[in-house]
């Protein structure tokens, strides 16, 4: 099974700057038939359910703005919040979908 | 706009089965583009994914999971369901029914998830 991991475990970012998540497969989930690296994001703020942002590593889902961006390849992958909002406080999850669908655990993200 | 909606019991007792039905309205539940699946959240953790089904009724499961694990879909009614045997306090979580967009590896398996349930608390507990 491929095994997430994320860090930080949280991160507190002042209002305007940016915000830096990482993520680890155990595998690679770059899928050589495609060139797709089979990675999504997810913001969860509290009492709601998950919400997807961002697939294929680096496309943003419709409605979610341009200050996210996802990157990487491979087992390394980033996700960045370019301009701290104060509705991005929530914690945020990769997730890979190469094998049986697996999250890593979480980065908390709050305003310093 | 598709809307997803878990129903079940919200107390079951330790070594009973857990049982949970999602409805799907607003978008059909017989689309080849989607898988339909369980996501868990215990209080305060992270998200664990118990398994997936396609409208014909093929399942993918989290091995962790495999044996207590059983899900079934009726198109007819648009819903899928879940039933987890034998459950313990670690299954004490919130539920969330959810809607994954179909990917290809060696063959169509449940990719990252469009849409969520609002999902639902089971406390496991006598």
Redesign the interface.
């Known amino acids: 099974?491929i095994v997430m991991t994320q860090s930080p475990d949280s991160l507190a970012v002042s209002l305007g700057e940016r915000a830096t998540i990482h993520c680890k497969s155990s595998q690679n989930v770059l899928?050589s038939s495609?060139n797709q690296n089979?990675l999504?994001w997810?913001q969860q703020k509290p009492g709601q359910?998950?919400?997807?942002l961002i697939?294929w590593a680096s496309t943003r889902?419709s409605g979610v703005p341009d200050r996210f961006s996802g990157s990487g390849s491979g087992t390394d992958f980033t996700l960045t919040i370019s301009s701290l909002q104060a509705e991005d406080v929530a914690v945020y999850?990769c997730?890979q979908?190469?094998?049986?669908?697996?999250?890593?655990?979480?980065t908390k993200v709050d305003i310093k | 706009q598709l809307q997803l909606q878990e129903s079940g019991p919200g107390l079951v007792k330790p070594s009973e089965t857990l049982s949970l039905t999602c409805t799907v309205s607003g978008g059909s539940i017989s689309s080849s583009g989607y898988y339909w699946?369980w996501i868990r959240q215990p209080p305060g953790k992270?998200?664990?994914?118990i398994g997936?089904i396609y409208y014909s009724g093929s399942t993918?499961?989290?091995?962790a999971l495999k044996s207590r694990v059983t899900m079934s879909v009726d198109t007819s009614k648009k819903q899928f369901s879940l039933k987890l045997s034998s459950v313990t306090a670690a299954d004490t979580a919130v539920y969330?029914c959810a809607r994954?967009?179909v990917?290809?590896?060696a063959g169509p398996?449940?990719?990252?998830?469009?849409h969520?349930?609002?999902?639902t608390l089971v406390t496991v507990s006598s």
Request: charged share 10%; glycine share 16%; net charge negative.
């Open positions: 099974d899928y495609n089979y999504a997810y359910p998950p919400k997807l697939y889902e999850y997730q979908y190469y094998s049986s669908p697996a999250f890593g655990p979480g | 699946g992270g998200l664990e994914w997936s993918y499961n989290n091995a969330y994954h967009i990917v290809v590896v398996g449940p990719g990252p998830v469009d969520w349930g609002q999902g």
